[in-house]
């Protein structure tokens, strides 16, 4: 995971780029705990969103590739678990589609944010 350290400032953007696009759908207080539990999950999904795009093969335009791999994350584990775990807790469709929407727009963000930065592939 050195990809990490060798990619902290092009994270650290994406996370901050995250929470600020996060606070468009989500504008109710928050405690501050909430908001460095927020910080830490975004700081966490930008940090994974980095070490896809740096693996992600190039076999499309490098755009398509940053935000097809946002989607593809975000599709593959996002969505079933925020289902599992909301429907669970009896929360309706509208709360499912509005945490995916949220989590959709967090991960587009910092992958245009990433992606406009740049990333360093960890050495060989």
């Known amino acids: 995971m050195i990809y990490i350290i ?11 780029a995250g929470l600020v696009a996060g606070l ?3 504008r109710e207080g928050q405690s501050l705990a909430d908001r460095a539990l927020a910080f ?3 700081a966490w999904f930008a940090a994974i969103l980095a070490g896809a795009l740096i693996l992600a093969p190039p076999r499309a335009e490098a755009w398509v590739m940053a935000l097809g791999s946002a989607v593809v994350i975000w599709i593959g584990f996002v969505v079933p678990v925020l289902i599992v775990s909301l429907r669970y807790h009896r929360h309706g469709w509208r709360v499912v589609a509005r945490d995916g929407a949220y989590w959709l727009l967090v991960m587009l963000v910092q992958a245009l944010v990433l992606k406009s930065l740049g990333l360093v592939p960890p050495p060989v």
């Not at 060798?6 to 901050?16: D, E, M, Q, V, Y």
């Open 40 to 42: 830490l999950a975004q």
């Open 24 to 26: 468009l759908l989500h």
């Open 6 to 16: 060798l990619n902290a400032g092009p994270i650290l953007a994406a996370t901050l």
